[in-house]
T-cell receptor, first 113, second 116 residues
Framework: QQQVKQSPQSLIVQKGGISIINCAYENTAFDYFPWYQQFPGKGPALLIAIRPDVSEKKEGRFTISFNKSAKQFSLHIMDSQPGDSATYFCAASMTGNNRKLIWGLGTSLAVNP | GAVVSQHPSRVICKSGTSVKIECRSLDFQATTMFWYRQFPKKSLMLMATSNEGSKATYEQGVEKDKFLINHASLTLSTLTVTSAHPEDSSFYIC????????????FGPGTRLTVL
């Protein structure tokens, strides 16, 4: 049972465009939703994270939109650059259980020059 | 801040040998460390969670006698793959969380294990 569903599996965007990756969750006990960026052969790096009491959070070109009633959240990458080409993972965690992260399956983003 | 290192970054070993991977939090005290395994083009699979000074909690299906985890200090956790076999070849990644910094997991750069 996949508790965090991520889409699309892959995404191709032109330089300067907007990349949008979506995630949906089932467990309403989740209260922390991070996005990680991973380059080939490297560990994931935290991009941005949000909690359910906020509907949007922006850090530079990266924005998380959060819809608590729909149990969905999304990552928007504005002015996408070739250097953004990577795999992006959404995740969710809840209080307790050491804050174990439940992961989406990832989205492979390619930004064409 | 929040830097996690792993050593080695890459290791090749013969089948039947044991391999130890170290994970260190360099600038914070990691109350909890996590070990993941990642197959090519796949998501991260949590293997186990360890708290300093306590026995690790393994995920279902992960052999605790095969993957030995020690979290002896607030800055160091080790994963030992015992009697490694080719099917253990994978990308192993650790992460660390400091309760004082909230809920974020900070990841190491990963270790590529190849068992011949």
């Amino acid at each position: 049972q996949q508790q965090v569903k991520q889409s699309p599996q892959s995404l191709i965007v032109q330089k300067g465009g907007i990349s949008i990756i979506n995630c949906a969750y089932e467990n309403t006990a989740f209260d922390y939703f991070p996005w990680y960026q991973q380059f080939p052969g490297k560990g994931p790096a935290l991009l941005i994270a949000i909690r359910p009491d906020v509907s949007e959070k922006k850090e530079g070109r990266f924005t998380i939109s959060f819809n608590k009633s729909a149990k969905q959240f999304s990552l928007h990458i504005m002015d996408s650059q070739p250097g953004d080409s990577a795999t992006y993972f959404c995740a969710a965690s809840m209080t307790g259980n050491n804050r174990k992260l439940i992961w989406g399956l990832g989205t492979s983003l390619a930004v064409n020059p | 801040g929040a830097v996690v290192s792993q050593h080695p970054s890459r290791v090749i070993c013969k089948s039947g040998t044991s391999v130890k991977i170290e994970c260190r939090s360099l600038d914070f005290q990691a109350t909890t460390m996590f070990w993941y395994r990642q197959f090519p083009k796949k998501s991260l699979m949590l293997m186990a969670t360890s708290n300093e000074g306590s026995k690790a909690t393994y995920e279902q299906g992960v052999e605790k006698d095969k993957f030995l985890i020690n979290h002896a200090s607030l800055t160091l956790s080790t994963l030992t793959v015992t009697s490694a076999h080719p099917e253990d070849s994978s990308f192993y990644i650790c992460s660390a969380r400091w309760g004082g910094r909230g809920d974020t997991q900070y990841f190491g750069p990963g270790t590529r294990l190849t068992v011949l």
